[in-house]
């Protein structure tokens, strides 16, 4: 069962002699983890602003009469926080900040390893360059020219971002509905299934009860044929009768070695 | 003969769902020694089952998640030594001003290309008078044409105070933006420090040309020096990073570009305590007239001095261990 396309991927040869290939974050999950953080950030601002305004009545007046320092280092604090905000929650939560968190996609070395401080601060320096001149345009281009959708700050770090899905192995495990006698039988005098048709019929079986009727008839249908090829006819008419008594031969079936 | 695969999962889950629970605690950092090994023994198994996977079941659900773990224990268990507090002294006594000293010749070409732009600009000004309307933004036109100097209201209340934090902000953006625009196959920093250098030397044209030389002087000369070597410094360091694209050596591009971009934030990060410091100077003394001329020169001269001294002289009483240490550096990181 070879995906459509090959989806982009990072390869990493560990020393246990197993390759690992780690599934790459594309351009949507990166902008949507960079809308959050954002967003964060920017009702971080507002907040504090309503804050100050409680308590200083007049906040653009009380702006000019501060001191050039004060002005100098609040200048400065604004920039510290965007930077120090990506590159802190970077290192400290092992690459990602609450906007990766959020999508699950993580930042790592190319060889996999969790990001350390210097790459951190220069992909998150290279920010200033990937914004030009708006909105992360050369970030953007980069990353859909990069197969491994990196932008140049990445490029610099050595950095990648790798995705973590959630993958459910209940399907697997799960208890079978109880059989009938009958169905055992004939489930079980047939040959094991491939772990392909095993994948096939487990997917359908976890998708079956958000499937239209007569789809799910028809598609059960059609496993049970692909499966079930040494049915005697008045068997598979009596499999066929209801989706229920499809799907419970289908479960047997991936089961079958039992 | 291959288990079936629902077999197998139910047969191996509970190794793995153990894994996942070490992995979870070890990132939130409580794990007891006892446990690391178990956490050892529970990875090299779960590498057994997804090599079994990568050939009985490629494709399967079950062999991207073991995949999946097997990269998070993989970067669990093999994780370079982080970078603690502890290694930032070590950072700042040996290793920032070793690279400075040995990406010399890059910091050298940066500064030249400032000093450059400085003549440039002063020369268009002192030469043609109108250039100032080109080179000098208008603000700053507009105090000198008074006869002040615009700085001269930073500590009163006037509004034009935004201008003297939009001066400090300025050297903040030019020195991370000189880094980060090396990228641009290093076009980035020759921009930018010429740029400056003409903007500088313009400005001070111009207030030479109206007599305000020494209201100039008094404004930069305590801060100047270093202020302009730290920018100096971090163009020196987007130079590294474009050099590292168009001539990579025997390394691939995108290699040659991590090993060289990893050298050159060292010289940025390296520079941003400095960078504070001499704005607190730039913010407290060199504005107004508190105090006098001369002082201003000496301090800026002195730590000028004391800055250089540092990036030349730091880390060298162990030169040697230096000098084996910088190989085996440049190695590991080819390696990496």
């Not at chain 1, 100050?52 to 100098?72: C, E, K, N, P, R």
């Amino acid at each position: 069962m070879t995906p459509s396309a090959p989806a982009p991927h990072v390869d990493v040869a560990t020393p246990e002699r197993v390759s690992l290939s780690l599934p790459v974050a594309g351009i949507g999950y990166r902008c949507l983890a960079w809308l959050v953080d954002a967003s964060l950030l920017f009702f971080f601002w507002v907040a504090l602003y309503f804050v100050i305004t409680l308590l200083v009545s007049d906040v653009l007046g009380a702006f000019q009469a501060l001191s050039g320092l004060v002005q100098t280092l609040l200048a400065v604090g604004l920039f510290a926080t965007q930077w120090l905000y990506w590159t802190l929650a970077e290192v400290f939560f092992h690459g990602q900040t609450p906007g990766k968190r959020v999508l699950r996609i993580r930042v790592v070395r190319e060889d996999g390893s969790p990001v350390g401080f210097f790459e951190s601060a220069v992909r998150n320096l290279c920010r200033a360059v990937d914004f030009l001149p708006v909105l992360y345009a050369t970030g953007c281009i980069t990353m859909l020219l990069d197969r491994r959708h990196r932008r140049l700050g990445d490029l610099l770090a050595g950095t990648v971002l790798i995705r973590e899905e959630a993958i459910d192995l209940d399907k697997y495990t799960q208890a079978p509905a109880v059989p009938s006698e009958s169905e055992r039988e004939s489930a079980g005098v047939q040959r094991p299934l491939g772990a392909e048709d095993v994948e096939l019929v487990l997917a359908f079986l976890s998708r079956a009860p958000g499937l239209e009727k007569d789809v799910r008839q028809r598609l059960g249908a059609r496993l049970v044929d692909r499966v079930g090829a040494g049915l005697a006819d008045e068997e598979r008419a009596k499999v066929l009768q209801s989706p229920e008594a499809t799907e419970a031969f289908l479960r047997t079936r991936a089961r079958a070695a039992h | 003969m291959a288990l079936p695969l629902p077999t197998f999962v139910s047969r191996r889950r509970p190794d793995w769902d153990a894994l996942q629970a070490l992995l979870t605690r070890q990132r939130s950092g409580r794990l007891h020694l006892e446990e690391l090994r178990t956490l050892d023994t529970l990875y090299r198994r779960a590498a057994a089952d997804l090599a079994r996977a990568q050939t009985f079941y490629p494709g399967t659900d079950a062999h991207r998640f073991l995949n999946q773990l097997c990269g998070q224990a993989y970067g669990a268990i093999y994780q370079p030594p982080r970078e603690r507090w502890a290694s930032t002294r070590d950072f700042f006594r040996r290793d920032f001003p070793a690279t400075l000293r040995r990406e010399a010749r890059f910091v050298g070409v940066s500064a030249g290309l400032l000093v450059l732009g400085l003549i440039l600009g002063a020369l268009v000004v002192l030469l043609e008078p109108r250039g100032a309307e080109l080179l000098v933004p208008e603000g700053v036109r507009r105090y000198v044409a008074q006869g002040r100097m615009w700085t001269d209201d930073v500590l009163s209340v006037a509004p034009p105070n935004a201008v003297a934090s939009g001066i400090a902000t300025n050297n903040l953006t030019v020195t991370l933006f000189a880094f980060a625009s090396g990228i641009l196959l290093g076009v980035g920093p020759i921009f930018t420090m010429v740029n400056n250098g003409v903007l500088i030397g313009a400005v001070g044209a111009l207030c030479f040309r109206e007599g305000m030389a020494v209201g100039f002087l008094d404004f930069i000369a305590a801060h100047g020096p270093v202020e302009l070597s730290i920018i100096a410094i971090s163009g020196g360091a987007g130079l590294m990073v474009g050099q590292a694209l168009i001539d990579p050596g025997e390394l691939p591009r995108a290699q040659a570009l991590q090993a060289r971009g990893r050298e050159a934030v060292k010289l940025v990060v390296g520079c941003a305590p400095f960078l504070a410091g001499i704005g607190v100077v730039e913010g407290f003394i060199s504005p107004g007239s508190f105090f006098p001329t001369w002082t201003k020169v000496g301090l800026g001269l002195s730590l000028g001095a004391l800055f250089w001294f540092y990036l030349l002289r730091s880390g060298r009483t162990d030169a040697g261990v230096t000098r084996v240490e910088v190989p085996e550096d440049s190695a590991s990181s080819r390696l990496r």
